[in-house]
């Protein structure tokens, strides 16, 4: 067993606080990590409010993980002590199934194992995140990070990157298209950024016409303010995709309209109700489609991050002590983060 401190909370109402744990045994195609960054993900603020009602506590959340190999088992072959890497949402799958055979993990018909809150196939033990100082997890679910990248604002690309990425991608965004991003945070940054540089029209869509400027400089070549009646109607049936990246429970319907004849409209970022009172006649006319996406495979995120790394794209983060945590999550549950908490692991060692 590896001895681990991280933070963690302790039941549903209490504060984030230090906590000893173990890691499992390095196995032979297993790499030890020690962790540098970690960002705070807003369904890490749903887990330690147990929101979806199947928080394990204690909880050490974090998975969007960045370290340095520190060791490896005997079988590993792609990595060596001192490497730089990251670890991201899920940490194992069967491997057996359709969707792994295609590479498509994060759709393992037998659930993916999360990187925290599940159980570790190999140890039946509950998994732990990466708000800790060091990992222990098999190589399969491990990436080299690009050298070139700012490793803390890589940190972030490990979950809001690919779930942004995988979508766009698997809706076949193209250059000139007509793009929409609804919701200008964690995730919605990360998504301005990446359609542009997939060469779309990229439009932001949001509630805050203060975000205008900021949306601007992220990749946005418009940006659409939801409120407005007037703006959305001469935006009716323009856009090839949208994507959804708002966190919580919010009204899709008004965005459905604004998509052309066959066109999509995929929510990323909401995982409970997303909408009631969907209009049939609004889909049915021009054949338009609601959508859902999670995460993306191995492979694919692994393909993220060098294209994250030609483009010279990472996260916009603040970056944070552990001992800042619970404050951080307080603002992020307001919205007032630019944009994602990331936390300096090193800080751990006070
Ligand atoms: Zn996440
Ligand atoms: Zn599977």
Known sequence: MTDCIGYAAKDVSAPLSPFSFHRRDLGSEDVQIDILYCGVCHSDLHRIDNDWNNTIYPLVPGHEIVGKVASIGEKVKRYKVGDLIGVGTIIDSCQQCQSCKRGEENYCEEGPTSTYNAKDKKTGEVTRGGYANTIVVTEKFVYAVPKSLDPAGVAPLLCAGITTYSSLKHWNVQKGQKVGIVGIGGLGHIALKIAHAMGAHVVAITTTLEKTQEALRLGAQEVLLSTDAQAMQSHAATFDFILS??????????????????????????????????????????????????????????????????????????????????????????????????????????
């Open 245 to 350: 990246t708002v966190p919580t429970t919010h009204d899709i319907n008004p965005y459905i309209q604004l998509l052309k004849t066959n066109a999509t409209l995929t929510v990323v970022g909401a995982l409970g109700t997303v909408a009631t009172g969907i209009n049939g006649r609004e889909l049915a006319t021009r054949r338009r489609s609601i959508a859902g996406s999670y995460i993306g495979g191995v492979a694919e995120t692994q393909e993220m991050l060098a294209f994250c790394a030609k483009h010279n794209i990472t996260s916009d983060i603040e970056l944070i002590k552990i001992q800042d945590i619970n404050e951080a999550l307080e603002r992020m549950k307001k919205g007032d983060v630019r944009y994602r908490f990331v936390i300096d692991m090193e800080s751990l060692k006070r």
